[in-house]
């Protein structure tokens, strides 16, 4: 089973960007998807954004994350 994360995109260059979710801070690949924005929340998985997501909704998803570990 795979898993995307909801993450924050702290920092764009290119087409890679600086995401957040928790403690944790990755560089991802942004191409596939059309303007992102600093500040908004994607769906990452294998280092790609594969979407965008609502940031109530991208909340509500990490917050139901940590309350599983």
Not at 7 to 14: A, F, G, P, S, V
Not at 21 to 48: E, K, P, T, W
């Amino acid at each position: 089973m795979c898993l995307g994360i909801p993450m924050k995109i702290l920092k764009i260059e290119n087409d890679r960007a600086i995401v957040t979710a928790g403690q944790i801070r990755r560089s991802i690949a942004i191409n596939m998807l059309d303007r992102v924005n600093l500040g908004d929340y994607v769906i990452v998985h294998a280092g790609f954004a594969i979407e965008k997501i609502d940031p109530k909704k991208a909340e509500e998803t990490l917050r139901m994350l940590e309350e599983i570990q």
